[in-house]
């Protein structure tokens, strides 16, 4: 028995454990779920028209929002004095960022908590809903209703430039359309009368500053004069005199000022190393970083052993498949694999380490460096300060008297020109460069988030996409065996036969479906347990698969339809079979084939069977039925036994298969479930192969992976399964196989009619 089991296994290729394929879903797959779900889709999608609407009627009734919108004039940023004509030239980009500018001032928060301040503002229902009021009225918390309206104004009131023109936009957005125009409103009288009290303000404190310098000058100019001669004779200093009209500095103060600029600079600087320093002592005790990481992939060394380890590996694979697993050449590449990972692990530590080890001390000599030079600049910058000091004395009280007598003798005329353009740009309009272009109008529509336009399509599509995902999670929560395509993808057994549903075949109505193969041959069920046959016939020679285990991993899956319509099929070949009830917790064949009356043969003893058989307590020829159907002959489970698995794994039960395979052209044995009971284990190991039975309607992926698992643990040979149940999925490939095969078996039983 064992010899003809591996010759099977031969034939049959028994299918090893592999990786499960790739569960990607081709985009036919993708539109035949699509179809078959189509009413939730269209449901969906129009519960999302539906929806859409109901949220624009009930936001914009409930909920509406208005935006007002006004603009303010930007002038050029430039200070245009009014006696003179010409117009100063301003870059585009420069306008732009003074119109930046000024929106960015309207929505600083002094200038929106001015704006809420405003007593019109306060007056309005969008100030009053934040606020909460005493029994007199009054307003309770007032600084945390300020906060409430400040946080809403920030997010619903609008300042942009605009890019192009020398416009600001100022818009609000709120509830009401009144209260939306009033509060823009009031932001341009605000923000304008406080723009002109500003502008104002400053040319007068300028025109003030110039009326004081005046004076001042006068006195100064006066007593310079009388010291200028006293400084010349006691400086004693050369190069007193500055030149006439241009900007000086001594070379001291500039040194000066570049010393102090390096040592910031230079400050800065060590504090970045100081940082990089802790930084790479963390990363020489931490784990290797990318910048590590790569320069060890460009190492040479890992370089080589990286393409050996890759031909030792391609080795080892090549080695597998021609010795197997236990061969000494075998475990020889994989030890050399071990030493060659091992030893890139230990180069791999070798030049993180040195890398991170050089790092660091580069590191530490460059902030020793860094402090030894910014030593140096203080040293020369305590120096310069002595210098300065030493010119600043030698030279402050020549420089007040020139700066007296030659400056303000000409900025005297200056000073008194520069009076009166103030007083003339005190009066210009355009002072403070900002003007009045209009007041924002009263809003006539709702912003463009409560318009139906916006509703319809968007909750259109969201039901549409929803309906499409709902559909494909359902299909993809689905686990059940189904298809002849899970079957590939999931179990990676051959397919034997696929049985459709009986609702899906017209043939079989009021026909017992465990004997559609004799009630109903016409029918597409009678024809896959026909299919059914002919593949088991070309899985292996005449003699290879005679005695046959039919099993399911869970009760109620269909195995014993299976079993006795293939055992019919096999009748009507003029074969003689042998079918053996084997499940003595849920016996079938004594209902399938009831007894009519002591006429039939082996009658005598009802209680007889396969239990009773393998306990001695009777013959074969006591619990034979014999030509149940012509060529057929059964053995039913008889009696629960107390122990069914020792018995169906006993010898007497293994001598009963190899005498009955003399006797019979095939043995069917209808087996108990694989998971439920360890039985159909022990029997599948004393048979030519197990045919699985997957119920379409019941069957999860993981049980029927258990099942083929189990199996192959005992070393049993699975010819293959059975897909039974098959539903046609409304767009797959079954539905348009059964109409066919439908079509062209009503067109030829009527050409057989004629």
Known sequence: MIEQRQAVNKMVGVARPRPSAAAALTPKEVFSILRRHILLIVFLTILGLIMGGAAWYLLGKYLPRYTAQTYITVLPPVVKDPMTIAAALVGKDI????????????KRQTTLLDLIDRAEVRE???????AKFDEKGNIISVDQCRTKAFLDLKKNFGAYAHRDAEFVILSMTCGDTQEAALIVNEMVRLFLASQGTTKRGEVAAKLTEYNNRLKSVQIELDLAELALTTVRTDSGIVDLERPLGRYYRHTTEIILDNLALKQDDLKLVIKQAQAQIENLEELATGPINEQIERQIEVDPVMVVLAQQLAFTEAQLAGRLTKFGENHRVVRQTRELISEIKEERQIRKAEIAEQTRQANLKDAQDRLIELQQRYEELERLRQEAEVQ????DRARVRYEKGVAIRDERRKTLDEIKALIESYRAIEKDPETSKVQFAGYAPVPLEMVASRQWWFFFPSGTILGFIFGMALALLIEVLNDLVRTPRDVGRYLRIPLLSVVPDEAEDEWVRDVDLCHVVRQAPYSIISESYRRLRTNLKLSGSAESLKALLISSGMAGDGKTSIAVNL???????????LLIDANFRRPSLQTIFPRTGPADEGAE???????TLLTGLCGYQDVKRSNVIEGLDIIE???LPSNPAELLGSPRMEQLIKERRKSHDYVIIDGPPILLVSDAKLLARLVDGTVLVFNAAATRRGAAQRTIRELREVNATIVGCVLFAVRALKGGYFHEQFKSYQKYQKLQLARSSV
């Open 605 to 611: 003893r009802f209680e007889f069977g396969l239990s």
């Open 95 to 106: 306008q732009y960022g003074h119109r930046v500018s000024i929106a960015n001032i309207i």
């Open 567 to 577: 055992a019919e099929a096999l009748v009507a070949e003029n074969k003689k079979v």
């Open 124 to 130: 309005t229902r969008w100030f009053q809903r934040f």
């Open 388 to 391: 300065k000091e030493d010119l």
């Open 637 to 639: 489970s008889g009696q």
